[in-house]
């Protein structure tokens, strides 16, 4: 979607301020949200793309206001509605109408494995690529109203295949509709002064990695 | 919420919550703890894990043996996922790739659309990582943001910066500061920076640290 969490390229934002000895959270509730968005996602209601998805939906002026754990938050209560762990009055009120019914929940002796052995998104599947290290390209110019890992600044430009990352799952898809559609992941180089104009740099580039469902022959 | 933060009137206001979101969280917890759905205990373990088990000083520790260990080094650039699991840090699962900065080279790594970040690692991303003015400035602007950071990169250098994505989180191997010769791979890692590692900045050696 061509929404404000597609940051890249635009102006005004000020500048990057970094922190010093900055705290892993700056708050305790900081801390319990990831825990409860990981803990929650353990029940495989939805997957990772469908997690960003949420966190694009925020309305666009709460988004830029926004913390990172508060839009983690209403990415966490959208998909616990949307996807029927908790109903809409339940998360209103704050009052439980009933158990849910799930398999198993995640336990302390979970943890450590679940944060291990992180579902991977690269595939085994025998998919040929449509295209080879050193081919030129050019990123589709499409505008899809859902998921996208294609950021706007990329679209309808021109670039080069640095390398072929193999089979993963092709989030565009998988966010929508949890279709994985297996397909060649690459690292596709843009020349700076392809994306931004003649007033960057000749020398540097831009790396975005792209499915091939993003991409043409240029 | 403690007092430190000293930001001024842009849109990037990232660390300051709204009032109450606080409560909000306690009654989500409350409400999904009532519905059988997650453990207290559990969520106290997965804050623990990543207040004390995982953080830039993994990262710190691959960068380091690196610079010592050509041939570790060589394994981190084929293949950053198998070289970084020899160090047995809590995982993810995530596919990585190592990208070695040069005498003319710098690479910075960003993530425009969300914040994706090499939490095996890194840790937990900053929240300048995941704020606007860097999402947006770094793929148009590294130069730019470089140089507010402290370092203005020659005309003659290259600049890649690596817009994370993918499932796919890199790693920066920053060059070895020279006056380094002769360190072993314990003192080297202490001198390795997070942001050193993000991209933006070098690694330098503090005054007062000697071998």
Same mark, same amino acid.
């Given at each position: %979607?061509?929404?404000?969490?597609?940051?890249?390229? %635009?102006?005004?934002?000020?500048?990057?301020?970094?922190?010093?000895?900055?705290?892993?959270?700056?708050?305790?509730?900081?801390?319990?949200?990831?825990?409860?968005?990981?803990? *929650?996602?353990?029940?495989?209601?939805?997957?990772?793309? %469908?997690?960003?998805?949420?966190? &694009?939906?925020?309305?666009?002026?709460?988004?830029?206001?926004?913390?990172?754990?508060?839009?983690?938050?209403?990415?966490?209560?959208?998909?616990?509605?949307?996807?029927?762990?908790?109903?809409?009055? &339940?998360?209103?009120?704050?009052?439980?109408?009933?158990?849910?019914?799930? &398999?198993?929940?995640?336990?302390?002796?979970?943890?450590?494995?679940?944060?291990?052995?992180?579902?991977?998104?690269?595939?085994?599947?025998?998919?040929?690529?449509?295209?080879?290290?050193?081919?030129?390209?050019?990123?589709?110019?499409?505008?899809?109203?859902?998921?996208?890992?294609?950021?706007?600044?990329?679209?309808?430009?021109?670039?080069?295949?640095?390398?072929?990352?193999?089979?993963?799952?092709?989030?565009?898809?998988?966010?929508? *509709?949890?279709?994985?559609?297996?397909?060649?992941?690459?690292?596709?180089?843009?020349?700076?002064?392809?994306?931004?104009?003649?007033?960057?740099?000749?020398?540097?580039?831009?790396?975005?990695?792209?499915?091939?469902?993003?991409? &043409?022959?240029? | 919420?403690?007092?430190?933060?000293?930001?001024?009137?842009?849109?990037?206001?990232?660390?300051?919550?709204?009032?109450?979101?606080?409560?909000?969280?306690?009654?989500?917890?409350?409400?999904?703890?009532?519905?059988?759905?997650?453990?207290?205990?559990?969520?106290?373990?997965?804050?623990?894990?990543?207040?004390?088990?995982?953080?830039?000083?993994?990262?710190?520790?691959?960068?380091?043996?690196?610079?010592?260990?050509?041939?570790?080094?060589?394994?981190?650039?084929?293949?950053?996922?198998?070289?970084?699991?020899?160090?047995?840090?809590?995982?993810?699962?995530?596919?990585?790739? !190592?990208?070695?900065?040069?005498?003319?080279?710098?690479?910075?790594?960003?993530?425009?659309?969300?914040?994706?970040?090499?939490?095996?690692?890194?840790?937990?991303?900053?929240?300048?990582?995941?704020?606007?003015?860097?999402?947006?400035? !770094?793929?148009?602007?590294?130069?730019?943001?470089?140089?507010?950071?402290?370092?203005?990169?020659?005309?003659?250098?290259?600049?890649?910066?690596?817009?994370?994505?993918?499932?796919?989180?890199?790693?920066?191997?920053?060059?070895?500061?020279?006056?380094?010769?002769?360190?072993?791979?314990?003192?080297?890692?202490?001198?390795?920076?997070?942001?050193?590692?993000?991209?933006?900045?070098?690694?330098?050696?503090?005054?007062?640290?000697?071998?």
């Amino acid at each position: %979607m061509n929404g404000v969490h597609d940051m890249g390229g %635009m102006h005004g934002m000020g500048p990057v301020e970094i922190e010093k000895n900055e705290p892993v959270f700056h708050a305790e509730w900081e801390g319990r949200v990831l825990a409860l968005r990981l803990a *929650s996602a353990f029940h495989h209601k939805w997957n990772g793309d %469908m997690h960003r998805y949420a966190r &694009e939906r925020m309305p666009p002026a709460r988004y830029l206001f926004a913390t990172y754990y508060e839009c983690a938050l209403f990415a966490l209560e959208k998909l616990l509605v949307e996807q029927g762990l908790v109903t809409a009055k &339940e998360l209103e009120t704050g009052r439980a109408e009933g158990k849910a019914s799930v &398999e198993a929940i995640l336990g302390v002796a979970g943890v450590e494995t679940l944060l291990r052995n992180r579902k991977r998104v690269r595939l085994d599947d025998n998919v040929a690529p449509k295209f080879k290290a050193g081919e030129r390209v050019v990123a589709r110019n499409i505008h899809p109203a859902g998921h996208t890992r294609l950021p706007r600044y990329a679209r309808g430009r021109r670039g080069v295949i640095d390398r072929d990352y193999g089979v993963f799952i092709f989030p565009d898809t998988n966010a929508m *509709s949890r279709d994985k559609k297996p397909q060649h992941l690459y690292g596709v180089r843009f020349a700076a002064r392809e994306l931004w104009g003649p007033g960057v740099s000749a020398r540097d580039s831009v790396y975005v990695n792209l499915w091939d469902d993003h991409l &043409e022959p240029a | 919420m403690s007092d430190h933060h000293h930001h001024d009137e842009h849109v990037r206001e990232h660390d300051r919550p709204l009032s109450g979101v606080a409560l909000r969280v306690k009654a989500l917890e409350s409400l999904l703890v009532e519905k059988g759905l997650v453990d207290p205990k559990a969520l106290d373990e997965i804050i623990d894990t990543f207040e004390t088990k995982v953080g830039p000083r993994n990262g710190a520790r691959v960068v380091a043996r690196a610079w010592v260990d050509p041939a570790y080094k060589q394994r981190l650039l084929a293949d950053a996922r198998a070289a970084i699991a020899e160090f047995g840090f809590f995982g993810y699962g995530e596919d990585m790739v !190592a990208l070695e900065n040069t005498s003319k080279v710098r690479n910075l790594v960003v993530c425009t659309l969300c914040s994706c970040y090499p939490w095996s690692v890194l840790g937990l991303p900053p929240v300048w990582y995941k704020s606007a003015p860097y999402r947006a400035r !770094a793929v148009i602007d590294p130069r730019g943001v470089l140089k507010e950071l402290g370092e203005e990169v020659p005309d003659d250098i290259e600049v890649r910066v690596w817009d994370s994505t993918a499932e796919l989180r890199y790693l920066v191997l920053p060059e070895r500061p020279a006056e380094t010769q002769g360190w072993s791979e314990e003192q080297l890692a202490e001198i390795v920076t997070r942001d050193a590692m993000i991209g933006v900045v070098q690694v330098t050696v503090p005054t007062g640290s000697r071998r």
